[in-house]
């Protein structure tokens, strides 16, 4: 519900939103958002001056399911930027809440933007020498994920996916692909510890390239590809 002077920020397709504040041990944030749309959510967010002891804490609660996430990262990952894909929510008009915090003694600014993200750069296409179609460019690191979502044509029984890195060859870095059958949104895997598994998950790790082959007998409905 919306309280007595809370300001509701809305999002819709092709027009992002864009969020920023401060927090501290002594403030939090919380934005409420009315979303226009159930199709994948792109998630950017960014924050200077944390820290691994002073993380900045993110939680986005939708209606069907919550997201947290931090900056930086746990482990050894001191990246101040996080970008994520939230796949297909199960509401068409909706509304979230985003909560920010940190324990940090000192203000730390943040930025957080949030949009959805068209069929077209979501939905991997068939290619084919008859009907070529460009290849789909991303940015993957280790607190940068890419998702997109593929369904065979109707008359096609099987497909090859197949991903190359752009890295140079003297200097290249071990990536994970995964695909998952597409019914497992929202409890996609799509961090490296997890991304091996689950019923019905393929995954490869490579340098260079990697190819999955993708078969209607085993992923009638669809997949995700991670």
């Known amino acids: 519900p919306l309280l007595l002077g809370e300001q509701l920020h809305e999002l819709s397709e092709g027009r992002p ?30 924050a200077d001056r944390s820290s691994q002891d002073f993380p900045v804490l993110f939680s986005l609660r939708r209606e069907d399911n919550q997201h947290s ?37 000192l203000p730390i600014n943040f930025k957080v933007r949030l949009e959805i993200i068209s069929k077209s ?4 296409q068939l290619s084919s020498a008859q009907n070529p179609v460009k290849a789909m460019d991303t940015r993957i690191s280790p607190t940068e994920m890419a998702l997109f979502q593929f369904v065979l044509p109707e008359d096609k029984e099987m497909a090859l996916l197949v991903v190359k890195s752009k890295s140079p060859e003297k200097d ?13 949104c929202p409890e996609i895997h799509d961090q490296e510890r997890d991304m091996r598994s689950g019923n019905g998950t393929q ?3 490579f340098l260079g390239t990697a190819a999955l082959v993708i078969e209607r007998s085993r992923y009638p409905e669809g997949i995700h590809v991670v």
């Open 69 to 105: 996430w931090r900056i930086p990262a746990s482990g050894h990952y001191n990246s101040s930027t996080y970008r994520k894909v939230l796949c297909e929510g199960n509401l068409e008009d909706h509304t979230m809440r985003l909560f920010v915090s940190s324990r940090s003694s």
């Open 203 to 205: 995954f490869q790790t």
């Open 172 to 184: 290249p870095f071990c990536s994970i692909l995964s695909i998952q059958p597409k019914m497992r």
């Open 121 to 124: 750069d979501f939905e991997l």
């Open 17 to 46: 939103l864009p969020l920023e504040g401060t927090v501290s041990g002594q403030e939090e944030k919380d934005f409420l958002i009315h979303a226009a749309s159930k199709r994948p959510l792109k998630i950017i967010a960014d």
